[in-house]
């Protein structure tokens, strides 16, 4: 099946307008509409009510267009592979990530230490949420991804913990709490409390959580972003508190300040997953380049 009629399905489905449509893949509207018209006789159903003025999916195009997404995802990954390969490269990883991760020590080592040793595999880095790398990984759509706990259990995934990380308190700097040295889960019970938008009892928001739950207190209010990054911004304006990895130090923002937890507990550790039946050789290769750098670091 062609891969361009598939774009050519998968963006009108998004944009349900012929012109904007035709711009973004950069093709005429008459070669997308032969596109899509042809895609409708490949598949032996109609994808698209229309007329001069409206476009809409059919409950037929509505039923595919996943399955369309997720097999453009995959032959869009097969060409980069290729091209990859056929420029020399020996292996390929896809790596995915959640945004602090890349921030920790540990895991800047792990990786530039591999790529220096094997310098032909290339690793293509995805950032993503914990929810779609695990799901990712199961579909093989990912190779490794590195996610943090408390996490779900999968019999088809192998975890590795790579660090623990303490949990610190970001508060704007002139807060009151900002003259303690150390901060219990008792001092914010009161304070807005910006979280890190994940399932409920897992990552980040799910060790966050963890803190509140083991004294029996709820937050007074909480607010959810996708980017730890952007918490920390928004505890800058003056929007609340957050509870992030102290890797997020690194991040100099003067009208921030961090302070420790209390909880002996309040940690979060990063973990490295893949799927059990490895296929990829490149995969064996860093995680055995994993095992060894971890065990030289808890011999030291």
């Given at each position: ?221 909480t607010h959810l972003t996708k980017e ?57 290769l860093f995680i055995e380049h994993v095992?060894a750098v971890l065990s030289v670091k808890?011999?030291?």
């Amino acid at each position: 099946m062609d891969l361009r009629k598939l774009k050519s399905f998968v963006v009108l489905a998004e944009t349900l307008h012929f012109a904007r449509a035709a711009a973004r893949i950069n093709m005429t509207q008459p070669a997308l509409t032969n596109h899509i018209k042809g895609l409708e006789k490949e598949l032996d159903i109609r994808l698209f009510e229309r007329n001069q003025r409206h476009v809409s999916l059919t409950l037929e195009g509505q039923a595919v267009l996943v399955d369309v997404q997720r097999a453009v995802s995959q032959l869009e990954n097969l060409q980069q592979t290729a091209k990859r390969l056929s420029s020399g490269y020996k292996g390929v990883l896809r790596l995915g990530y959640v945004g602090t991760s890349v921030l920790d020590p540990t895991v800047m080592n792990l990786i530039r230490q591999f790529k220096s040793q094997y310098i032909d595999i290339d690793i293509i880095p995805v950032e993503s949420d914990v929810n779609r790398q695990l799901m990712l990984l199961q579909q093989g759509e990912l190779d490794l991804a590195l996610v943090r706990r408390p996490l779900p259990l999968y019999r088809s995934l192998a975890f590795k913990d790579l660090v623990c990380n303490k949990l610190n308190v970001v508060l704007p700097a002139n807060h009151p709490l900002a003259s303690k040295k150390s901060i219990s889960a008792e001092d914010l019970a009161s304070e807005s409390l910006i979280l890190h938008d994940d399932p409920t009892g897992v990552g980040l928001g799910g060790a966050v959580a963890n803190i509140f739950q083991r004294k029996g207190l709820v937050p007074h209010s909480t607010h959810l972003t996708k980017e730890v990054n952007v918490a920390t911004a928004l505890v800058a304006m003056g929007m609340g508190i957050a509870i992030v990895p102290d890797s997020q130090r690194s991040l100099l923002i003067k009208e921030v300040v961090f302070r420790e937890m209390e909880d002996p507990l309040a940690v979060t550790e990063l973990t490295l997953c893949w799927h059990k039946l490895i296929k990829n050789q490149s995969v064996k290769l860093f995680i055995e380049h994993v095992e060894a750098v971890l065990s030289v670091k808890s011999a030291g």
